[in-house]
């Protein structure tokens, strides 16, 4: 048996919000980031989310294209939403390696979670590790909370999708919402510059069926292999403390039902959490203060969770016609402009820190189908290969 490695704190989960967690540790103790894989892998997610997360992390290289436009078709409707907080798609494997290059003194490992022995080490691949500060931000399987005694994920609760690229251009973030193939959830389409992020998901969990939905929305009779990518996502905020861990992004439900914009929550949650720990590495909080402030931090949004889910849950029930109405009422602009404050809020941005008590000065632009420095960087690629190529 292997002996037992003690840190000041662990997480577990190295997608955005364990990134986040660990950016508010850094330099406070010794600190392990662990995920079943590298960084940048993995990707699951559409990409898209304020065109402020990416301002307030001063992480305009994984920026795509901005949308200050979003649409959403419904019973034969284009509904139009002029944004006041404009929206963007980015690169995942380039804001994830720009967070985890910023990680100076945090120690990263590729180790798969194993479980927890009783005395709660936890089990990380071959490694036995222990820590005062534990951080659950392992995705909606949950797999610490689970190991600490938390009930099983209920997957009644679960919303899934699928998603594929296609390389044409585009300007909106455009949906479609309950189409006649798939009443039970939606269409996207996402621009990103140099290509298009189509997909479609089940608010139900119903997974039968989706990739084919998604090809007769395509109008392709099957995909390549390897072409559709997807994945399960909450539609309920969970618990954001299991025992003595905190617990943060998609392990805590924090993927806003009815949109499943789960990054911004992750990353916004995920540093909270990592302040409270690192109040706790530095002697300034006790574990179960720091704890209680984070739940209580995480409950501040949870009226707003519970409106997005009731609707979600409404909006499935009557017909699509009944629902459209109500929508296009929603873009009216005094409407619209108070439900967007609303949604900002939930999980508000400019809480964001580029590291511990620093914030962003830059801002991005913000004009309609504009592009970013991750498009001109896998063009740059583009070129070069070709270039490559055509020497040798």
Not at 2 to 17: I, L, M, N, P, Q
Not at 25 to 35: E, I, P, S
Not at 76 to 94: K, M
Not at 145 to 170: C, I, K, N, Q
């Amino acid at each position: 048996m292997s002996k037992v490695e003690t840190y000041d704190a662990v997480v577990v989960g190295a997608s955005f919000a364990g990134l986040a967690a660990a950016s508010q540790l850094d330099g406070a103790g010794r600190v392990l980031l662990a995920d079943r894989e590298p960084v940048g892998v993995g990707e699951t997610s559409a990409c898209g989310t304020l065109l402020a997360v990416l301002e307030q992390l001063d992480a305009g290289d994984a920026l795509e294209q901005v949308h200050p436009k979003v649409v959403i078709n419904l019973a034969g409707r284009r509904v139009v939403f002029e944004t006041a907080y404009p929206f963007a798609t980015f690169d995942y494997r380039t804001l994830s390696e720009l967070l985890a290059s910023r990680l100076g003194e945090v120690e990263m490992a590729v180790a798969p979670f194993k479980g927890v022995e009783p005395d709660g080490t936890l089990l990380l691949g071959d490694r036995r590790v222990r820590a005062d500060v534990v951080i659950d931000a392992s995705g909606w399987r949950r797999v610490v909370a689970a190991g600490l005694g938390a009930p099983r994920v209920d997957r009644g609760r679960l919303s899934t999708g699928v998603e594929t690229r296609h390389h044409h251009g585009g300007c909106v973030l455009e949906f479609w919402f309950r189409p006649p193939e798939r009443p039970d959830g939606v269409h996207w389409a996402f621009p990103a510059g140099d290509h298009v992020r189509e997909g479609s998901a089940s608010y139900l969990g119903r997974a039968k069926g989706l990739r084919e939905d998604l090809a007769r929305f395509e109008h392709v009779d099957a995909f390549p292999p390897k072409a559709v990518h997807g994945g399960w996502f909450p539609a309920h905020l969970g618990e954001p403390t299991v025992g003595r861990a905190f617990v943060v992004g998609d392990a805590a439900g924090q993927c806003l039902p009815l949109t499943g914009e789960g990054i911004r929550p992750a990353l916004v949650f995920g540093q909270a959490a990592g302040r409270e720990a690192r109040a706790v590495l530095d002697g300034t909080s006790d574990l179960d203060t720091a704890l209680a402030r984070y739940r209580a931090t995480v409950e501040r949004s949870r009226l707003g969770y519970r409106a997005l889910e009731r609707f979600q849950a409404w909006s499935l029930r009557p017909p699509v016609w009944v629902v459209a109405p109500l929508v296009r009422g929603c873009a009216w602009g005094p409407i619209s402009r108070r439900l967007q404050a609303t949604y900002w809020a939930v999980a508000d941005p400019d809480t964001l820190e580029v590291v511990p008590g620093t914030r962003a000065v830059t801002r991005l632009p913000d004009l309609q189908c504009s592009t970013g420095p991750a498009v001109e960087e896998r063009r740059r690629a583009i070129d070069d290969t070709e270039e490559e190529a055509t020497g040798a």
